[in-house]
């Protein structure tokens, strides 16, 4: 079994539960040949044995994570209207992060691996 699933099919909101599900599925298009794992509680998705992306769902909000804090400082405006720390990026089930932001930002963090 992959590590990421029961972390997934243990979120008891199902709209989350798809939420993050959706999320894992584009970051796999975006970031081919990704290896999973759970770091630190994490799921989080590797590349060449460099934490790349991770995900997981807080209690107030679901969190995207680049493993870089540098990544958001190159969308200043795209991020504005989003809650965030240096780190990490908070959305909800009703305001997912839009697939080409997505995109973006991994092809900015991957640029370093």
Not at 3 to 16: A, Q, R, S
Not at 38 to 53: D, N
Request: proline share 8%; with cysteine.
């Amino acid at each position: 079994m992959n590590p990421i699933d029961p972390y997934i099919t243990n979120i008891e909101n199902p709209k989350e539960r798809l939420a993050l599900e959706n999320l894992r599925k584009t970051l796999h298009e975006l970031i081919p040949g990704a290896t999973e794992c759970i770091s630190y509680g994490v799921p989080t998705l590797k590349l060449h044995w460099k934490w790349v992306a991770g995900f997981a769902r807080c209690k107030n909000h679901l969190s995207f994570f680049p493993f870089s804090g540098s990544i958001f400082e190159y969308f200043p405006e795209e991020i504005k209207d989003w809650k965030h720390t240096k780190s990490s990026l908070h959305f909800t089930v009703e305001k997912p992060i839009p697939k080409d932001f997505l995109k973006k930002m991994m092809q900015k963090r991957l640029e370093s691996v």
